[in-house]
């Protein structure tokens, strides 16, 4: 993933980063990766896969 260092409003953003920042905003508690199914390990990148297990019921 590229990383940009500007502000571009304009810029779609990704679900996967609205995950992590709300996660990380709010200080959710971190929660163990191997709640996400097999299928899910190999598509969330690695940098997310906290966030979006810390959120998954």
Same mark, same amino acid.
């Given at each position: 993933m590229r990383v940009i260092?500007?502000?571009c409003p304009e810029q779609n953003v990704q679900r996967l980063?609205? @995950?992590v920042s709300l996660v990380n905003g709010v200080g959710l508690p971190a929660v #163990?990766? #191997? @709640?996400?199914k097999v299928y899910s390990r190999h598509t969330i990148p690695d940098y997310a896969r906290e966030a979006v297990a810390t959120?998954?019921?």
């Open positions: 260092h500007t502000f980063q609205v @995950i #163990d990766r #191997d @709640i996400l959120t998954a019921p």
